[in-house]
């Protein structure tokens, strides 16, 4: 049984782990950084734990991918994996900390404007305050509500928002972390009513183009939108255009529709518009390296005991 560990942002420390590990049920765990690095005899691998497209696409050997982030829509498409029966984990769970973190940082900036007062005094230009927004009474809607949203929503709450709303594929309330959950099929009512619109949403046929010209409409002029999710969920032209228009107060994006965004993109000379490069959620995060490898500990151990894998991944949903 050979294990193969393909990641670049892990230390030692957590090969170590791994390796000792591998070594209770005698499977033999080899490391590299990229897959460019392993050898074609390492092909033969039965787990994998990272990024390995050239290796699934013809290895029939492979039984188990497991994917160190939480988005896995990029995978499920036909021919990805030689072997089909081939089960896929991610590591869902690992990343609400650091993208609940990234987001309530991305709306301090846009409230506070602390962008604008950043670019300024590296000028030399010492200005009067001007009209900011606080997240206290602020009407919260979260687009999303799996472990990135609900991080975001338990962390939002001690800002002392007026309302946290939840919108989500099942409608249930099951953290208790929001006033209120509605399913997706009540966003158009959702919206009118939301100051700020946080996007978590996974990549899948149902999310795609979600935020749409029209719903962009429906939300109150002066309204803010992040997206730490997919790209694919907003129409980024439409967007583009109510900020410019100044129907949106801003917007922070973590994530395009692709990427990386073009250099000939207009959505970089957008002043009221803050873009990251998709690196809210890296594993750059000391918790998040620390719980991403107990994750992938705990379903190797699940593996080895013919238990069902914690973080499988359903493939027809696509999360």
């Not at 492979?62 to 990029?74: E, F, R, T």
């Not at 208790?176 to 996007?199: I, Q, R, S």
């Not at 965004?261 to 998709?278: A, D, G, V």
Request: charged residues 25%; proline residues 5%; aromatic residues 10%.
């Amino acid at each position: 049984m050979k294990i193969l560990v393909i990641n670049s942002n892990l230390e030692q420390k957590y090969f170590d782990l791994i390796k000792k590990a591998a070594e209770v049920y005698k499977a033999e765990a080899v490391f590299y950084k990229s897959e460019k690095e392993v050898p074609e005899t390492d092909y033969d691998a039965d787990i994998i734990y990272g990024f390995a497209p050239s290796i699934s696409k013809v290895s029939r050997k492979l039984k188990w991918l497991c994917v160190p982030w939480a988005g896995v829509d990029s995978l499920m498409v036909p021919g990805y994996f030689a072997n089909e029966e081939c089960l896929v984990t991610n590591s869902a769970g690992a990343y609400g900390v650091s993208i609940a973190e990234h987001m309530i940082a991305a709306a301090l900036v846009m409230f506070r404007r602390l962008d604008e007062f950043f670019e300024e005094t590296r000028n030399g230009k010492w200005l009067f305050p001007r009209e900011q927004k606080s997240l206290k009474n602020c009407r919260v809607t979260v687009l999303g509500t799996g472990d990135i949203g609900t991080s975001f929503a338990k962390r939002l709450r001690g800002f002392e928002p007026a309302s946290i709303t939840g919108v989500c594929r099942s409608g249930k309330n099951s953290s208790g972390f929001f006033d209120k959950v509605y399913p997706v099929t009540a966003l158009n009512e959702v919206l009118p009513e939301t100051e700020l619109l946080a996007m978590c949403l996974p990549g899948t046929q149902e999310t795609a183009g979600i935020l749409s010209e029209e719903r962009i409409k429906l939300l109150p002029r002066g309204a803010y939108v992040i997206n730490v999710g997919r790209g694919s969920a907003i129409d980024e032209d439409a967007l583009a255009e109510n900020l410019l228009s100044g129907h949106l107060a801003g917007a922070a994006l973590d994530v395009f529709a692709k990427e990386p965004l073009p250099k000939e993109s207009p959505l970089w000379k957008i002043k009221n518009l803050l873009i990251t490069p998709h690196v809210a959620g890296n594993m750059t995060v000391e918790y998040t390296k620390d719980r991403n490898v107990e994750m992938f500990l705990e379903d190797l151990d699940n593996y080895f005991k013919g238990k069902p894998l914690k973080y499988l991944v359903d493939k027809k949903l696509g999360y």
